[in-house]
């Protein structure tokens, strides 16, 4: 039983175009997060949604734009895709986000490839 | 500002040998926690081990294990009896109480046969 899901694994589009990536957990945590992995294997958190609510932000550029429509699906939308968009973008869940040592558990990550 | 750094993009090791991979952190919280993280060639990341920064005693995984330095913000992994399925990036991390998980640049680690 998948932990944490998302789809899809690969995605190969042109640049300008706009594309989704979803992520869902059944693990009942209450905070999920997107990370973005680059081509040189450096992560990066992007955001996080404590209970649907938007908890942390980091500069990221606004076409991109996370939607949690319960706390078991956090999605990533990306508007007007450009050649630096390529990387690997992971999920990722935790039971109590103040709980500091509680593990994250990720997904598959999702290999995105903008031409 | 909160930094990790691993100094060793990449190691090669034989197997059944025992290998210690690098981390040094910073960080003005005095409430933060570590880990480190296994990314093998599937991609997926997997937890290894995690280290409360307010326990001074090392914590342990089976063949995986830490010498956390506090005062030298020093937290190295080190892997006894290596195998072939240990073959895979490592990345040390840190966590403060924000939540936000700060992740060095990853140790590239080759078990030979």
């Known amino acids: 039983d998948t932990a944490v899901s998302q789809t899809p694994k690969y995605l190969v589009t042109q640049m300008g175009n706009d594309k989704s990536i979803k992520c869902e957990q059944n693990?009942?945590?209450?905070?999920m997060y997107w990370y973005k992995q680059d081509s040189k294997k450096f992560l990066k958190i992007m955001f996080s949604?404590?209970?649907?609510?938007?908890?942390i932000n980091e500069t990221v550029p606004n076409r991109f734009s996370p939607k949690s429509p319960d706390k078991a699906h956090l999605n990533l939308h990306i508007n007007s895709l450009e050649l630096g968009d390529s990387a690997v973008y992971f999920c990722?869940?935790?039971?109590?986000?103040?709980?500091?040592?509680?593990?994250?558990?990720f997904g598959p990550g999702t290999r995105l490839t903008v031409l | 500002a909160q930094t990790v750094t691993q100094s060793q993009p990449e190691m090669s090791v034989q197997e059944a040998e025992t290998v210690t991979l690098s981390c040094t952190y910073d960080?003005?919280?005095?409430?933060?926690?570590l880990f480190w993280y296994k990314q093998p060639p599937s991609r997926q990341m997997i937890l290894v081990i995690r280290q409360e920064a307010y326990k001074q005693q090392n914590a342990t995984e089976n063949r995986f294990s830490v010498n956390f330095q506090k005062a030298a913000k020093s937290f190295s992994l080190k892997i006894s009896d290596s195998q072939l399925g240990d073959t895979a990036m490592y990345f040390c991390?840190?966590?403060?109480?924000?939540?936000?998980?700060?992740f060095g640049k990853g140790t590239r680690l080759h078990i030979l046969p």
């Open positions: 990722a869940s935790s039971q109590d986000r103040l709980a500091g040592g509680n593990e994250q558990f």
């Open positions: 693990l009942g945590h209450d905070t």
């Open positions: 949604y404590n209970n649907k609510e938007l908890i």
């Open positions: 991390a840190l966590k403060n109480r924000d939540d936000k998980i700060i």
């Open positions: 960080t003005s919280e005095s409430d933060y926690y």
